[in-house]
């Protein structure tokens, strides 16, 4: 019976730091893909700021911002399943 609310509490922190954490994913896979000569979206993006196409840089922070905000959304509901006090409202 103690796991179950102290899991419960302690879900809230862990809730917070996930859901943020895609920022920084996005943000590194810039310097991975870089670093290790991988191709993928972050050094598709780079090449294209570098190139001044400015249509794929703007389409990329649009795709890496809506990501954002999709987490964002998913981390204000996931505090309404762990946190029972927060209602959505």
Do not use: C
């Not at 954490?21 to 943000?27: N, R, S």
């Not at 810039?30 to 294209?48: K, M, N, R, Y």
């Amino acid at each position: 019976m103690v796991f179950v609310h102290a899991l419960r509490n302690a879900l809230i922190p862990v809730v917070t730091a996930l859901g943020g954490i895609l920022a920084a994913l996005v943000g590194g896979a810039l310097v991975i893909e870089q670093v290790f000569s991988w191709p993928g979206v972050g050094q598709f993006t780079f090449q294209a700021a570098i190139a001044k196409d400015y249509p794929i840089v703007q389409a990329s922070v649009m795709f890496t911002s809506t990501l954002l905000v999709i987490s964002y959304l998913l981390r204000d509901l996931a505090y309404a399943i762990v946190d029972p006090r927060v209602k959505v409202s």
